[in-house]
Nanobody, 124 residues
Framework: QVQLVESGGGLAQTGGSLRLSCTVS????????MGWYRQAPGAQRELVAN???????VYADSVKDRFTISRDNAKRTVDLHMNSLKPEDTAVYYC??????????????????WGQGTQVTVSS
């Protein structure tokens, strides 16, 4: 299987910065896209940023020019650098990986994997 472990997050003041990190372990995935979603209380889970394998990052309009996503394929990590934080950034942030692995019959299986979530709270 595949495991995603997130770290970082916590409490920040408006205008402050935080960094989230996610480490992937387990099965080898090919053509993997890595990203972050978030879910605020009472709201739907939404995409924050995504970076495909060998492609350009995509950001939600609400975080453009404030957040930066990066990945290290050798270390199997994806980071989210969050600057100029706002109270509306308060949410549980989830790491996500979309990839392909080969099962016991050597058949490709496409699957999405989620981390357990980490709380980010921005005080006004």
């Amino acid at each position: 299987q595949v495991q995603l472990v997130e770290s970082g997050g916590g409490l920040a003041q408006t205008g402050g910065s935080l960094r989230l990190s996610c480490t992937v372990s387990g099965r080898t995935l090919t053509n993997s896209a890595m990203g972050w979603y978030r879910q605020a209380p009472g709201a739907q889970r939404e995409l924050v940023a995504n970076i495909p394998s060998g492609g350009s990052a995509v950001y939600a309009d609400s975080v453009k020019d404030r957040f930066t996503i990066s990945r290290d394929n050798a270390k199997r990590t994806v980071d989210l650098h969050m600057n100029s934080l706002k109270p509306e950034d308060t949410a549980v942030y989830y790491c996500v990986v979309d990839g392909i692995y080969y099962n016991g019959r050597d058949e490709p299986v496409a699957q999405r994997f989620w981390g357990q979530g980490t709380q980010v709270t921005v005080s006004s």
